[in-house]
């Protein structure tokens, strides 16, 4: 029963969950390289969106506990505030986790209050950096838009391709991000910040990462 051999060998992966942002603030203004070998510099973390790092860390946890109820093992880069690291840190901590996928967590933030959708990012193509990554990445992408959009009938903002983001260039394993909601939208502020809505998005990462390891 070859259904059943792949979801006892999907069951044994782990699946690193990256809450955005809440690093302390003497860290969180350090620089650090976007890049393995890059002289271009970027802050560890310039903070998110106001309310973002509650509501990542909420979804994340939620992820976590189905994750765990799933059989899959779960590993979190934080867990509260104040961590200690850049976004190569989290990627490092996730590559040296063994992760079969990084799923990092993020809200987005608009000056304009009507703005509002759902998008999610993958590592754009770079020789040296994320060709390694770049297929799997991209397809655990997909997953993410379309089971995040069935789960939440938020707006489709897309898929879109990022070579500037330090925790994508670090990784050396299939990584994708997740914005899950403007916080400067005031309603979809308040979707992101009650228990309902946080528990269809965290179903919806979750069933990406079942769908992305059971082929
Ligand atoms: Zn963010």
Same mark, same amino acid.
């Given at each position: 029963m070859p259904g059943v051999l792949a979801e006892l060998a999907a069951a044994a992966a782990l699946i690193c969950l990256d809450p955005g942002h809440g690093t302390a603030p003497e860290i969180g203004r350090g620089q650090e390289p976007i890049?393995?070998?890059?002289?271009q510099l970027k802050v560890k973390d310039p903070g998110g969106a106001a309310g973002e790092e509650a509501v990542a860390l909420a979804i994340a946890r939620r992820t976590r506990g189905l994750l765990l109820a799933r059989g899959y093992r779960v590993a979190m880069?934080?867990?509260?505030?104040?961590?200690?690291? %850049?976004n190569r840190e989290r990627a490092r901590f996730c590559n040296a986790s063994g992760a079969a996928l990084m799923i990092r967590i993020h809200a987005d933030g608009s000056g304009d209050a009507s703005v509002h959708g759902v998008s999610t990012l993958v590592p754009a193509l770079r020789r040296g950096w994320t060709d390694d990554i770049y297929g799997p990445s991209r397809r655990s992408g997909q997953l993410l838009q379309q089971e995040l959009v069935a789960a939440t009938d938020a707006r489709s903002l897309g898929i879109v391709e990022r070579s500037d983001l330090t925790g994508f260039n670090w990784a050396d394993v299939p990584a994708v991000l997740v914005e899950? %909601?403007?916080?400067?939208?005031p309603r979809e502020a308040r979707l992101l910040r009650s228990a309902g809505y946080q528990r269809k998005v965290a179903g919806a990462l979750a069933r990406t990462a079942q769908r992305f390891l059971i082929r």
């Open positions: 890049g393995p070998g890059s002289k880069t934080r867990n509260g505030t104040g961590y200690r690291g %850049g899950t %909601g403007f916080m400067s939208n």
